[in-house]
């Protein structure tokens, strides 16, 4: 299959050409053959006029609990703590196969229709988010959610996983999930960490959300949940770390010794008054920053450029620093970051051999007029409704009707 796109403005999130207008871009099979100015010589199975239309990678989602779009609106305005031992865990312990599946195939299509094309998931049941995936069309790296107890059997369940994905699309990696610090005991996280070396996995984890994450710990072993993450070893494999809020020197130093890229989640962290994650200090500190919107249980939808927006303006505005990080870095986190985060080295970017992961924005409506600068509207005036394309692995998953 071939797909060419004619005459658009392509945003390639490559440092020497970021913005090109008039391009042509080819998808042959499911990578990108051909970007540039030239009309290439081929003959297209499908055309796509980009007319008035931008082109930019897809979104990567680097932190989600994609089912929970079942719990969307049932509990709001509650902290963290009263919200998931009152309400999210006693409704979780309700949860069936196939109620996963459909709050699955509900936030797959979300995050399609509002530009993600790749998520990382941490939930239960992933089997059945694995088939809503191969269905839907998306990538994903997924992992089965693991709290005490019964951790054998959790372990059992990735193994499964490991092997239904082996035989799937390849759209789909696995990776595991030790929840946190404070619904893992240290055998729990100590054997994930062991079975993530051992099969080559990387991890995905909550880190430092709330003061009371950091107390607690600091009661229990002595050491923030990053130091103690680090001693129990689950950062000797790559890591992915959401929400990062509460964090010393000390502990963003960890992080960048070992790689550890950390999943923004603003919207949620607000929304459950967290606090705001220090991501200016991050990123000087070296650590790669990605974008998440949790769960639809607590953002409370999948929309990322919601996450876009929300991170260019709210470490300026926290600062009193408009300089504090520009709109393309920002760009930068929910792309190419995202993509090297979740161990892709040929996504994020548009650019020949790359994997065809992509999204079209309609560019012709009044609150994107004028385009004075494109990357400053995706960030600053884009809606998720914007899109009308999303491309995945060169198969068009999504089109605006
Ligand atoms: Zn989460």
């Known amino acids: 299959m071939r797909i060419l796109i004619e005459d658009v403005t392509a945003v390639t999130m490559c440092e020497e050409t970021p913005v090109m207008e008039h391009a042509y871009l080819l998808i042959e099979g499911n990578r990108i053959g051909y970007i540039g100015f030239e009309k290439p010589d081929t003959d297209a199975d499908r055309i796509i006029d980009g ?14 609990h994609t089912a929970m779009t079942l719990l969307r609106s049932y509990a709001d305005d509650m902290n963290l703590q ?11 312990d309700t949860l069936t196969p196939e ?21 990382h998931d941490m939930y239960f049941f992933q089997e059945e988010t694995a088939r809503a995936a191969e269905e839907l069309g998306i990538r994903g790296v997924l992992n089965e959610g693991i709290t005490d107890p019964v951790l054998d059997k959790k372990l059992e369940k990735t193994k499964t996983l490991l092997e239904l994905v082996k035989q799937g699309s390849g759209r789909l990696k696995v990776g595991i999930s030790p929840h946190a610090v404070y619904t893992c005991s240290e055998e729990t996280l100590k054997t994930c960490a062991t079975f993530a070396k051992e099969h080559h996995l990387p991890i995905h984890t909550h880190l430092s959300e709330t003061v009371t994450e950091n107390e607690d710990c600091m009661k229990a072993h002595g050491m923030s949940p990053t130091a103690w993450m680090e001693a129990c070893g689950l950062f000797d494999v790559p890591c992915v770390a959401a929400h990062c809020v509460w964090l010393s020197n000390e502990d963003r130093e960890i992080l960048s010794r070992h790689g550890v890229s950390v999943s923004h989640n ?17 990123v000087q500190a070296g650590v790669q920053v990605a974008l998440g919107s949790d769960g639809a249980s607590s953002n409370n939808h999948l929309d990322l450029f919601e996450e876009v927006k929300l991170t260019g303006i709210l470490h300026k505005g926290i600062n009193l620093d408009p300089t504090l990080l520009p709109a393309w870095e920002v760009l930068k986190m929910a ?16 650019k020949e051999g790359y994997l065809a992961d992509m999204i079209l924005l309609d560019f012709a409506k009044p609150h994107l007029t004028p385009n004075h600068n494109t990357i400053s509207n995706l960030v600053y005036a884009v809606h998720g409704s914007d899109v009308v394309y999303t491309i995945v692995d060169g198969k068009i998953v999504y089109q605006k009707s």
Request: aromatic share 8%.
């Open 99 to 119: 109620m996963v599946y459909e709050g699955s195939v509900r936030g797959i299509q979300e995050m399609l229709a509002t530009g993600t094309t790749c998520f």
């Open 266 to 282: 603003p919207v949620s962290n607000l929304k459950l008054a967290s606090g705001v994650a220090q991501i200016p200090e991050l």
């Open 51 to 64: 007319t008035g239309l931008v082109v930019m990678p897809g979104l990567i989602n680097t932190h989600t």
């Open 335 to 350: 792309t190419i970051n995202g993509a090297k985060a979740l161990g892709y080295e040929d996504l994020g970017q548009l």
């Open 82 to 92: 009263d919200w998931l031992f009152e309400k999210i865990f006693p409704f979780e």
